[in-house]
């Protein structure tokens, strides 16, 4: 039976876990963390909620990093022990045991501290570019639509936009695309409003762990089920006057990770300003 594999059942993992299970799209949730009894009481708990929310997603948990072996989708999310993302040296370590376990499926880091491991991941590890990408992006701009839904006295689901770069300080909001209820979103909010929003994204990075674990939990289904949607992920870049740099960018997804590389919607300065271009 397909299955998801989260490496880690800290506060992001067990959140992830739960949201996919609720969710119901997938069939199997393995929660693998080296502290199993953690794994299996946060795996535990979780099922036991399937009566009462009408989830038919299996949780199950282990130990061994070879549990992931033949995973739709990996999840790289936080320790059990330090409640700290998988990232370092550590990280590092950990990514490369799954790349001797599993050399096809997709990862993603559920993160926000992980992206330098998504470049060691393509630079000393040799996974390909396509298989590794990030899922934290998604929940900042999540964070950004439920600001601007407030600003304009509205709802942050009828808000649409896209970031690119490298937050909390290279990150640049496309805000000129950016529509709400389906007109431009510039004809909503004053441009005052909009800058001092921008000036509010340090505050907003990294996103708490429930909110990057419903970033995840999308970018997952996506890749174990095909979607339509664009998604906002860090990727390893590999062309232009930012190759080699790992940032937010929007992609296609699809069962081997990133189908297609979107060109973002960005004026001169906002690509400058997301270190896209040079200036």
Do not use: N
């Not at 880690?8 to 996919?20: N, T, V, Y």
């Not at 993603?108 to 000393?124: H, K, N, P, T, Y």
């Not at 419903?214 to 174990?224: D, H, L, M, N, Y």
């Amino acid at each position: 039976m397909p299955f998801i594999a989260v490496i880690g059942a800290g506060p992001i993992g067990g959140a992830l876990a739960q949201k996919l299970a609720l969710r119901s799209r997938i069939a199997e949730v393995r929660l693998i963390d080296p502290f199993g009894s953690v794994a299996q009481g946060k795996a535990l708990d979780i099922l036991q909620s399937s009566p009462v929310e009408r989830f038919a997603t299996q949780v199950t948990a282990a130990q061994a990093l070879h549990s992931a072996a033949g995973a739709r989708a990996i999840a790289i999310a936080d320790s059990a022990a330090t409640s700290s993302e998988h990232a370092g040296e550590t990280g590092l370590a950990t990514l490369r045991e799954l790349a001797g376990v599993e050399r096809m499926s997709p990862i993603v880091f559920a993160g926000a501290a992980q992206r330098d491991l998504i470049g060691r991941a393509v630079s000393e590890l040799h996974v390909r570019r396509s298989r590794v990408l990030g899922s934290a992006p998604g929940a900042l701009e999540s964070a950004l639509r439920a600001l601007a839904g407030l600003a304009i006295d509205g709802s942050g689901a009828e808000v649409q936009l896209r970031i690119a770069g490298v937050p909390p300080a290279e990150i640049a909001v496309g805000w000129e695309e950016a529509t709400a209820f389906g007109s431009p979103l510039s004809s909503h909010m004053a441009p005052h409003v909009i800058a001092a929003m921008t000036q509010r994204i340090p505050g907003l990075w990294p996103p708490g762990p429930y909110a990057l674990a419903s970033a995840a939990a999308r970018v997952i289904e996506a890749i174990a089920d095909g979607s339509r949607k664009r998604f906002t992920c860090f990727i390893a870049l590999e062309s232009g006057a930012a190759r080699h740099r790992v940032s937010a960018m929007p992609v296609e997804l699809g069962p081997q990770g990133i189908m297609r590389v979107l060109e973002p919607s960005l004026t001169q300065h906002e690509r400058i300003r997301a270190g896209l271009t040079s200036d």
